[in-house]
């Protein structure tokens, strides 16, 4: 199973940079999806005394994890960026798949992959690249770009109180070194950004994530450490589990009528009561104000339910989607309903470009999205999101976010009260379509949606031509005398292929659900890696590293590597079974050196050797800027 490995920083901005020049796009997002913003809109809004551009962000989850994900949540439009949840336990191994947002969305992903140090490099890294990208003038002037870096942790005290997340947040807070190690990385080509005073403050507010059955105590003295100790601004990431049992069980199998999803009773026990809940925020609140701090909540995390579904092995998972946008939103008209001091309140449940701004219109900041941005167009979908904002706002003349919260309350409560078909089982039980065909190495429907759909943009297009070559293969013997041998055929049908960065791939499954042919392009198509150390462990029966004019692969198992030499026209041909010399020219063998126990004759298949020849050829080529081909560029 293949390992997230973050991108070096220089990587990520050169791809950037160059992929903007030759193709109009920022990590596969085409320009016409970025947010400028609008001349006649102020979208900013103010979240725990920072003001952000939007009120938008990725919630806590694969948007908010790699670098390259927050870039592409920020030219999306989102400026409260949730990171993903880091905790102590760094080390976890999450099952695969773990994302199944074929309909309502389900996942097992509720932890951090990387390591604390690789989350500290990749949002720390992330915050400079958004510096860099302002000061290059790439995007133009007048960008409304006012971000902020939120913190997510979990899950208990003793976890938060460690001293390595303990320092990690500290290291949030003062990023300086951090940032003075990534600054040496800025050499050649992107030395003029290496003095740029990059903010060292990356984050001072923190979500707490209250899974896992946290009780109301502990979760009062993790608040009181990261306000009092950390001096941090906090969000305490409630629960669905809150609205108790009865309630949800007849909001999700009577109101909206998803029978078949099983909920999980001891979930209902262990977590926070509502009682307690009410009794708790407002104390909270009050400490935090008497610190000097501000705290709110955010309405609501996933609900753990059973697995019903066979897609994961684990026995529970984690609901998303529609159904949790009505949970989420009784929630917030409960709690306000129950707590009448004005607490902040942030939100994420189903949010997608058609509730978006009625979540805005309720004054819930940040408005945070994920399900909706793992279906086709990815990140691209947010930018409708912030459109269809400012058409609601301009239709009810207003110019400011606080001046259409005012003028869209009342009539954005009442509306909300009762739950919209569209969140209902019928309008969300459809699955993506299969077509009945099985991926390999090359060719398919070239439907793109993989792309798009990934959240770490792992998944790439190169160009090749359509061709058709036939081949011999090669019957060698010992004493240097060769015999052609009837070979077959080549075909390549389509000039659009795709291919996975293995680095950047989790093996989260998503582009799987979406690709309507059967395997997975993350097992099926060539799997790049970022290094020879990456390709030899994680290469499995499918993997591919390029290091200049050499190529090594993987293919069904049996390990290759093609070294070519242009100016001599031969290939030095690395097989299980001997080291050949190959003419390229004429596609026959110069030498050979047979490896024990060598056979007499000893057959060359030409096969390898011309899917290896065509992989480096046509993934090099720098039309298409992927992070294979800009890799060693200095
Ligand atoms: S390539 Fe597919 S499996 Fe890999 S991280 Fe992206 S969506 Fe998940
Ligand atoms: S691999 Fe699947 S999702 Fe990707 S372009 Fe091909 S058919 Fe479409």
């Known amino acids: 199973m293949a390992e997230l490995v973050p991108i070096p920083l220089p990587l990520l901005l050169r791809r950037a940079f160059l992929e903007y020049e030759r193709e109009g796009k920022i990590f596969d997002l085409p320009k016409s999806k970025f947010f400028r913003g609008f001349p006649d809109l102020d979208l900013s809004v103010r979240f725990h005394g920072h003001r952000a551009a939007t009120p938008l962000g990725p919630a806590a989850g694969p948007h908010g994890q790699l670098a390259q994900n927050i870039v592409l949540s920020w030219l999306g439009g989102a400026r409260i960026i949730e990171l993903k949840t880091i905790q102590v336990l760094d080390e976890l191994k999450i099952p695969r798949p773990c994302i199944d947002a074929?309909?309502?969305?389900?996942?097992?992903?509720?932890?951090?992959?990387?390591?604390?140090?690789?989350?500290?490099?990749?949002?720390?890294?992330?915050?400079?690249?958004l510096e860099i990208l302002k000061a290059s003038k790439l995007l133009g002037d007048g960008i409304p770009d006012e971000t902020v870096f939120d913190m997510s942790a979990g899950y208990d005290l003793a976890g938060i109180r460690s001293p390595r997340v303990r320092s990690w947040i500290a290291s949030m807070k003062d990023a300086a070194p951090v940032i003075d190690e990534l600054r040496a990385s800025l050499t050649g080509d992107l030395a003029p950004y290496r003095d740029l005073p990059f903010p060292t403050r990356v984050s001072d507010t923190?979500?707490?994530?209250?899974?896992?059955?946290?009780?109301?105590?502990?979760?009062?003295?993790?608040?009181?450490?990261?306000?009092?100790?950390m001096d941090c601004h906090v969000c305490i990431k409630l629960n669905p589990t809150l609205l108790g049992r009865a309630e949800v069980a007849h909001l999700l199998h009577q109101v909206l009528g998803y029978r078949e999803i099983q909920l999980h009773p001891p979930a209902f026990e262990n977590d926070l009561q509502w009682d307690q809940a009410i009794d708790l925020i407002p104390r909270l609140r009050r400490r935090a104000a008497a610190l000097g701090k501000s705290l709110s909540v955010k309405f609501s995390n996933t609900l753990v339910v059973k697995n019903h579904k066979g897609v994961f092995r684990d026995d529970l998972m984690y609901m998303s989607g529609p159904p949790l946008h009505v949970l989420a939103m009784t929630l917030v008209r409960k709690f306000r309903e129950a707590v009448p001091e004005p607490i902040p309140i942030s939100f994420s449940g189903g949010i997608d470009a058609h509730n978006f701004a009625g979540a805005v219109a309720l004054d819930l900041v940040p408005v945070t999205t994920c399900t909706d941005l793992l279906r086709p167009g990815g990140y691209g979908r947010l930018f409708r999101y912030l459109e269809n904002l400012a058409a609601k706002m301009r239709e009810l003349g207003v110019s400011a976010i606080p001046d259409f919260v005012r003028r869209h309350r009342a009539a954005a409560e009442s509306a909300e009260s009762a739950p919209n078909p569209r969140y209902r089982w019928e309008r969300n039980r459809g699955v993506p379509r299969k077509i009945a065909s099985h991926l390999w190495l090359y060719d398919c429907i070239a439907c793109d949606k993989c792309v798009p759909v990934c959240p770490n943009d792992a998944n790439f297009v190169y160009q090749t031509s359509a061709t058709v070559i036939g081949y011999d293969n090669f019957e060698l013997r010992p004493v240097g005398a060769y015999r052609r041998v009837p070979g077959g055929v080549l075909r390549i049908d389509k000039a659009r292929q795709f291919a996975n960065y293995a680095d950047a791939c989790n093996e989260c499954g998503n582009c799987d659900v979406f690709c309507p042919e059967d395997g997975g392009p993350q097992q099926h198509k060539p799997r790049f890696f970022g290094s020879l150390e990456s390709y030899r462990k994680h290469a499995g029966a499918n993997g591919f590293f390029i290091d200049g004019d050499t190529i090594h692969g993987t293919i069904a198992g049996a390990a290759f590597t093609l070294a070519l030499d242009p100016a001599a026209g031969r290939a030095r041909f690395d097989s299980p079974a001997a080291v050949v010399t190959i003419d390229i020219a004429e596609e026959r063998p110069i030498s050979w050196q047979p490896k024990p126990p060598a056979a007499d004759p000893l057959l060359l298949d030409m096969l390898p050797y011309l899917k290896l020849k065509l992989l480096l050829e046509a993934v090099r080529d720098p039309r298409h800027v992927n992070f294979v081909n800009v890799g060693g560029r200095s």
């Open 102 to 129: 074929a309909n309502v969305g389900y996942n097992v992903e509720w932890s951090q992959e990387l390591k604390l140090e690789q989350s500290l490099g990749e949002y720390v890294g992330a915050a400079m690249f």
């Open 206 to 229: 923190i979500s707490l994530s209250t899974f896992h059955g946290c009780p109301a105590g502990e979760i009062e003295a993790i608040a009181e450490f990261l306000l009092a100790e």
